[in-house]
């Protein structure tokens, strides 16, 4: 073993304790330029005064406009950004646990292209928000229920890896379903709001998506917070981790189902947003190290600040709004390039 190679574990082990403060610190940084800056720049105490009011019931002694900024425009999009950030990290820590390759990010399973499948059927059929963001969750859930449904069928000796190639062939056959209802759909009307849709935007978020949002999120990332300890196990190759007591077969269920569930919530909320699903927890692995007690929450922070950081950039950087499709892109490729170059033994 080399030096840098036995080395690795002793830095993990002192980086372990301070990651998770580092990421929060990193969040909160975000938060506060995030709430700050615009085309309607708010300084920081306005901000702190229009909050503290908010929570003593009180009355802010600063401008209705300002009020209005940081609570109707900014906050709601800020907590948007934070729950779909860590979702995404979140499914994509679990994912890439389950299936032990550092590759996997949360739309390995179809969610990503189910729930995109049912967001252009609603627009193609003139359906309200509500509906479309509906019809995208359901579809996100209803894809991977047939990837389960399929790799079950057909689970040999490799159920996994069945799981992955099931999640790549229905994953295929949804996109040619949206490639089909984008041809279809009226090219002055339709077609652009499902292409920025399929980009991935914060813009249209208001107080009232929120909640339909957090009950998913929270949900799912909860049991994967249970779950901690056995994914640890679950890592290992499925002999080992059946000798050591645990049903497989039943903890990959509650795995997918936790981790589809917020993704499903994330992109019926956003659209797709990719790359930080598949970026974050290696960042979050290079904080804390591979273990899921302290890997799981310092990459929901992580991942918090980082789509925070990139819808901040999206909404300010030009003078119209960059989809974030897009900035994940520019984003993920370096970062993960760098991460490939500073990888020194096996993500494990």
């Not at 978020?205 to 909640?211: G, K, M, V």
Request: contains cysteine; aromatic residues 6%.
């Amino acid at each position: 073993m080399s030096e840098a190679a036995a080395a690795a574990p002793a830095r993990a082990r002192r980086g372990g304790a301070l990651g998770p403060w580092l990421a929060l610190a990193a969040l909160g940084l975000a938060v506060a330029v995030a709430f700050g800056v615009g085309r309607y720049p708010v300084s920081l105490a306005d901000v702190v005064r229009v909050l503290a009011a908010r929570l003593t019931a009180s009355t802010a002694d600063v401008a209705p406009a300002v009020e209005a900024v940081v609570l109707q425009v900014r906050g709601p999009r800020i907590a948007a950004a934070i729950l779909i950030g860590a979702a995404l990290s979140v499914a994509g820590t679990a994912f890439q646990g389950l299936f032990r390759n550092p590759l996997v990010s949360p739309d390995i399973l179809g969610a990503s292209s189910g729930a995109a499948l049912g967001a252009v059927l609603g627009i193609w059929l003139a359906l309200g928000v509500l509906a479309i963001e509906a019809l995208a969750f359901a579809g996100g859930l209803a894809a991977v229920a047939c990837v389960y449904a399929l790799g079950a069928a057909l689970a040999g000796r490799d159920p996994v890896l069945v799981l992955v190639l099931a999640g790549v062939v229905i994953g295929s056959l949804l996109g040619a379903g949206v490639g089909l209802i984008k041809y279809l759909a009226d090219p002055y009307n339709q077609l652009p709001a499902m292409t920025f849709w399929l980009l991935g935007s914060l813009s249209a978020t208001h107080p009232a998506d929120l909640l339909p949002l957090l009950g998913p999120v929270l949900a799912g990332t909860v049991l994967l917070l249970l779950l901690r300890w056995r994914l640890d196990a679950l890592s290992l190759p499925d002999e080992e981790a059946r000798s050591l007591g645990l049903a497989t077969g039943r903890l990959r269920i509650a795995v997918v189902a936790a981790a589809t569930l917020v993704t499903a919530a994330s992109v019926a909320a956003a659209g797709i947003v990719g790359w930080v699903g598949l970026v974050v927890p290696h960042l979050a692995r290079f904080l804390v190290g591979p273990g899921f007690g302290r890997l799981i929450p310092t990459a929901a922070l992580l991942g918090a600040g980082t789509l925070l950081v990139i819808d901040t950039l999206a909404r300010t950087i030009a003078p119209v709004e960059v989809p974030l499709g897009i900035l994940t892109a520019v984003f993920g490729t370096p970062v993960f390039l760098w991460l490939l170059a500073r990888a020194e033994r096996d993500w494990q």
